[in-house]
């Protein structure tokens, strides 16, 4: 199971840090991706990362604003998200990849995290 924290309500500039912590299960040599979804609109890609932390990728819209990481001592990632905008606003879900190398499609992930909420005011 993953369990996703760290929402919040915030302006426009602030920074927030999401946390994806696991349990039940390791998922050390995984793949994780984080993705977002606003009210009514499909659930878009953010951010993944490989399961050694050395590679990542992000989408265009976040690109140098947020930074993917992992602890897998702790089996927890994180997304640090500086400069936040309001339309960064969005249900933030943490998915994990068993199977594959990794992608921006939500639907090769295998896991997924129950959501925490992202609001930017502006």
């Known amino acids: 199971q993953l369990q996703a924290s760290g929402g919040g309500l915030v302006q426009a500039g602030d920074s927030l840090r999401l946390s994806c912590a696991a349990s039940?299960?390791?998922?050390?040599?995984?793949?994780m991706g984080w993705f977002r979804q606003a009210p009514g609109k499909e659930r878009e890609f953010v951010a993944v990362i490989n399961w050694s932390g050395n590679s990542t990728y992000y989408a265009d819209s976040v690109k140098g604003r947020f930074t993917i990481s992992r602890d897998n001592a702790k089996n927890t990632v994180y997304l640090q998200m500086n400069s936040l905008k309001p339309e960064d606003t969005a249900v933030y879900y943490c998915?994990?990849?068993?199977?594959?190398?990794?992608?921006?499609?939500?639907?090769?992930?295998?896991?997924w995290g129950q959501g925490t909420q992202v609001t930017v005011s502006s």
């Open positions: 998915a994990a990849d068993i199977l594959s190398n990794g992608s921006s499609s939500p639907t090769v992930y295998d896991y």
């Open positions: 039940g299960r390791t998922f050390r040599r995984d793949v």
